[in-house]
């Protein structure tokens, strides 16, 4: 048989935990703000908050009270009994009036009631570990409420119906059943050219990189619309920056003027460019200054290239590339993408152009009559990688890694054939990185980072 993957110890305190409660609506006023509270045998701690006993999954309108008898707030109170919940866990939620100070002496309350402060991410965690969801579905809860774009957003809901875990889950039984019959052949070392053979181990393997290659496709597709495409715009003083920077954006968000270093410190701008999340950073001119204050400008904008994605090189299209621009070129990271784009030919008198060559991407455009832009959104579109599709997933950088471990480790087992006992074992660390995705198996310092990063209350 093929042996599973050793699996994250979950506690047993997913049971037994203490209750926990925090709010989970967002800081600030509102119509409408929501304590959440989770544990075990609640109803007894609704019917101490209410004076009522609620009917489980039923709205009831009710008053919630302090220790004493006065009333806190007005209104719904829900019980969620485990484990058709959440959390897998009883939960009660107390809808009241969006104020910050009644929604603290609600959650005061249900701490005198012996809950604890829940921590960010606790109550996701708790419904992962108690098999509510799994990893990818839980990390999809994050993703869909830091959606940055409608797109984004879709996908994240894909993630959290289960559509990825789905995928995953499908490679890895195609694994196990391919392990499963290479182990079963092991202890019959004179019938493994028959095996290779009758169990169409070639066959199985190349479906098996075909189905990995196609999910993950669409997983970096998914890690686009998550993460987003960092983008600097750098070049000279005076060569157009700042106006490209509003003509993507769509409105004047930089200072545009004729004097050389009008920019002496970075401007952001996050823009949609066909549901990606486009982070376009206008950088200060690079070039030798004794202005202080520019200087340091200067220095951010280097660091910002340091973290870029893409580089967009403006150029000067009346002058071209000139010793100033090579001496830039020359300073930016070997790894990273260019764009090279020759601005101002509407000074020029040129045309909006497009070409590749060997050092990447050349256009030519306008940044203020806007002629060739769209040559440019379509570059940065290539360079990501990006093509339309409507079963994208979102995915997390941790999920790639994961999917590429995996691709190595199949190639690695293709190399090994016919010798099976490697060949087994490269079947079986392939099994082992591409259940970290869902979770099956999982360090708990991956959890504390992943669940870290959720708002308290979710």
């Not at 008898?69 to 485990?82: C, E, K, N, R």
């Not at 090994?416 to 869902?438: G, M, N, V, Y």
């Amino acid at each position: 048989m093929a042996r599973k993957p050793p699996t994250t110890q979950k506690p047993e305190s997913g049971k037994t935990a203490a209750t926990i409660a925090a709010i989970a609506t967002a800081p600030g006023r509102g119509g409408i703000g929501i304590v959440r509270v989770s544990g075990t045998k609640l109803l007894d701690f609704a019917t101490a908050l209410s004076g009522r006993q609620p009917a489980a999954r039923v709205a009831t309108l009710a008053e919630f009270k302090a220790a004493d008898g006065s009333v806190i707030d007005s209104g719904l109170l829900l019980h969620f009994p485990a484990p058709k919940s959440f959390t897998g866990e009883d939960i009660v939620e107390l809808h009241g009036h969006g104020g910050p100070v009644v929604m603290k002496m609600l959650l005061a309350r249900c701490l005198e009631l012996g809950a604890t402060l829940a921590e960010p991410g606790e109550f996701t965690r708790r419904a992962y570990l108690n098999g509510k969801l799994d990893l990818a579905q839980a990390e999809a809860v994050i993703d869909l409420i830091d959606a940055a774009t409608a797109a984004a957003a879709r996908s994240a809901v894909r993630s959290l119906q289960g559509e990825f875990s789905r995928a995953v889950n499908g490679l890895l039984e195609q694994l196990i059943e391919l392990r499963a019959l290479v182990e079963a052949t092991l202890d019959f070392p004179e019938d493994e050219v028959d095996f290779l053979e009758a169990a169409d181990a070639v066959g199985r393997l190349g479906r098996l990189q075909q189905r990995l290659t196609q999910v993950f496709d669409r997983a970096q597709q998914g890690r686009l619309l998550h993460g987003g495409l960092h983008v600097v715009l750098a070049g000279q003083p005076n060569v157009g920056k700042s106006s490209l920077l509003n003509r993507l954006a769509g409105d004047d968000l930089a200072i545009v003027t004729s004097l050389p270093g009008t920019t002496r410190d970075v401007v952001r701008s996050t823009l949609q460019l066909e549901g990606i999340p486009l982070h376009v950073i206008d950088t200060a001119g690079l070039r030798e200054t004794a202005d202080p204050i520019e200087q340091i400008g200067i220095e951010r904008s280097w660091r910002e290239i340091e973290r870029a994605d893409v580089v967009v090189l403006l150029v000067d299209a009346c002058t071209g590339v000139g010793e100033a621009d090579r001496a830039i070129v020359a300073q930016l990271p070997r790894h990273l993408a260019r764009v090279t784009v020759h601005n101002k030919i509407d000074l020029a008198g040129r045309t909006a152009t497009s070409t590749d060559d060997a050092d990447g991407v050349t256009i030519a455009l306008s940044a203020r009559s806007g002629d060739g832009v769209d040559l440019l959104r379509q570059a940065l579109l290539r360079i990501a990688g990006w093509h339309p599709a409507e079963d994208v997933f979102i995915a997390r950088e941790r999920h790639l890694r994961a999917l590429q471990q995996t691709r190595e480790r199949i190639e690695q087992a293709q190399a090994q054939l016919p010798r099976l006992e490697l060949f087994a074992e490269e079947l079986r660390l392939a099994q082992l990185a591409l259940a970290t995705i869902t979770g099956e198996f999982t360090a708990d310092d991956l959890l504390g980072e992943i669940f870290g990063r959720f708002c308290i209350g979710k």
